[in-house]
């Protein structure tokens, strides 16, 4: 019974993995063309950035930079409070 259900589920998950093959894009081809060219016409202007990836990064994004960049401060901060060693403790 487990055999079966572990080939079951690895059959399933494979079948998976073929239409989600088959579906996708060519590489380069994104499906939403207008927002591309958008940005790349309207980066140096709007933001003063000759590179379109900084510009989207740190102008459009600021805020969502901003976010992650608190996330994973705070997760430091949270590992670095753990693996902490207490006074008085030997090693």
């Known amino acids: 019974m487990r055999t079966s ?7 399933g998950f494979t079948l998976f993995l073929l239409a989600a093959m088959i579906s ?3 590489f380069g081809e994104p499906p939403h063309r207008e927002m591309d060219d958008w940005f790349i016409t309207h980066a140096q202007i ?3 950035a000759n590179n379109v990836v ?3 990064v740190f102008d459009y994004r600021g805020f969502d930079t901003l ?3 608190t996330v994973l ?3 430091v901060s ?3 409070m ?4 207490k006074e008085g403790t030997k090693k």
């Open 24 to 26: 996708i894009r060519p």
């Open 54 to 56: 900084t510009s989207i």
């Open 67 to 69: 976010g992650e960049a």
């Open 78 to 80: 949270g590992v670095l």
């Open 46 to 48: 709007e933001a003063s």
């Open 82 to 85: 753990v693996l902490r060693r």
């Open 5 to 11: 259900l572990g080939l079951l589920a690895f059959i």
């Open 73 to 75: 401060f705070t997760a």
